[in-house]
């Protein structure tokens, strides 16, 4: 067997009477702790299965498992557990946090097919994750396919939201980029109902009817019908109901959600799509910025300060933050020159702000000569 089993124990004695006991049947790595343990899961990882003792010092066992279980749900995990801790093991089994327990001393046979069973629910796991993988990216093709065939210009348009939405999850450090991919490739789909002359019009830039507008926003609620019973993917399906929903709570679909209550796939793609749109419609990048920032309402702040960044190409992971002089701090780094109302540069871009830096801005803005607001790169963490 290839697959790799962790046992974590803080008596070395235990430790090594595992190893020598087991080393001829299965791939075992040992851990004096929960702390070591997680350590080595993550340097040493994957493990199909991880058995650990209840009572150690620091971190106990339920502790230990807890954390497995959420970084890595595909590990069978297995307790050890003396007769004194029997009430908390048949509690820890019962909250799901373990497949099983074992109590001490465990005979070696016993232990063999316990673990011989885990390794076969652990490749049972992987399999059907696999197989889940496998099919969920053959219908997102399909799907995809159906557009380019159907309407090839929706789907040109999907090419660019897609492309745009990735740049702006990575510069905001989303860890999903994957959902955020899949939304931004499903997010047209629905356009496969909408009359082909009303697609056209929209994708050339030209301004639609009221009743044309009505039409095109069905294919919201058509793409949703499609994606929402594919399984894994209900927030994908979630994200393209509420595409088009502004931070202020404007926009389909009418319900009371506005601000971060919209899905954060929603507001990432809102801007995408209006920005593409701006372009289409024949506006340069920094035309299309501004028309975006008169009507900032619409937008999460953050998503916006990234499409900000990256229309100004500012390094991969920061975004644009405009503030007044007086909130400048040592250590701000300049995402656009500082200027003088009359146009004279005072600092480029680029720059961090010193303590002689930071003076010199304060300076001009007390006498009334300074462009404001000015623009900072801010690091941000956008959370799963």
């Known amino acids: 067997m290839n697959e790799k089993i962790l046992f974590v124990d803080d008596d070395l004695n235990i430790l090594h009477s595992f190893k020598r006991n087991l080393r001829k049947h299965f791939n075992i790595a040992t851990a004096s702790g929960g702390e070591e343990g997680l ?20 971190m106990n066992g339920t502790q230990f498992l807890s954390q497995v279980r959420e970084k890595y749900p595909n590990t069978v995990r297995i307790l050890l557990t003396g007769q004194a801790d029997m009430k908390d093991a048949i509690e820890v089994v019962n909250q799901g946090q373990i497949h099983q327990f074992l109590t001490k001393p465990c005979p070696t046979e016993t232990l063999i097919k316990v673990l011989q069973n885990a390794i076969r629910q652990y490749r049972l796991i992987t399999a059907e ?22 309407n090839p210009e929706a789907f040109q348009r999907t090419i660019r939201i897609h492309k745009l ?13 994957w959902q955020v991919s899949v939304a931004a490739l499903l997010s047209q789909v629905g356009c496969v109902t ?39 993917l209900e927030k994908i399906a979630e994200a393209i109901a509420y595409q088009e929903k ?22 990432i793609l809102k801007v995408a799509s209006d920005y593409d749109a701006l ?19 619409w937008y999460d702040p953050e998503v916006l300060s990234a499409l900000d960044a990256e229309i100004l190409q500012a390094q991969e ?9 007086k909130e400048i701090k040592t250590g ?42 000015i623009r900072i790169l801010k690091w941000v963490q956008k959370e799963n």
Do not use: C, W
């Open 39 to 58: 350590e080595k899961l993550t340097q040493d990882g994957p493990f199909a299965v991880v058995v650990s003792d209840m009572r150690m010092p620091g």
């Open 129 to 150: 994750k696999e197989l889940l993988e496998k099919t969920l990216k053959s219908i997102i093709k399909i799907l995809v396919d159906i557009l380019a065939i159907v």
């Open 165 to 177: 939405s990735e740049k702006l999850a990575r510069r905001l450090n989303f860890k999903q980029i």
């Open 194 to 232: 909408i009359p082909v002359e009303i697609l056209r019009k929209k994708n050339q830039g030209k301004k639609l009817t009221e009743f044309e507008n009505q039409i095109y926003l069905k294919h919201i609620q058509a793409g949703h019908s499609l994606i929402k019973n594919i399984p894994r």
């Open 246 to 267: 502004r931070y202020n709570g404007d926009g389909p679909p009418p319900d009371k959600r506005k601000g971060e209550a919209i899905p954060f796939l929603s507001r």
């Open 279 to 297: 372009i289409v419609a024949g506006n340069s990048p920094l035309e299309a910025q501004r028309k975006m920032h008169e009507r900032r309402y």
């Open 317 to 325: 992971g920061y975004i644009i933050v405009e503030i007044e002089a």
């Open 332 to 373: 701000m780094i300049l995402a656009d020159d500082v200027k003088t109302k009359y146009g004279a540069l005072l600092i480029p871009k680029g720059h961090e702000i010193s303590d002689i830096l930071r003076m010199r801005i304060l300076n001009f803005a007390e006498t009334g000569n300074l462009q404001e607001p």
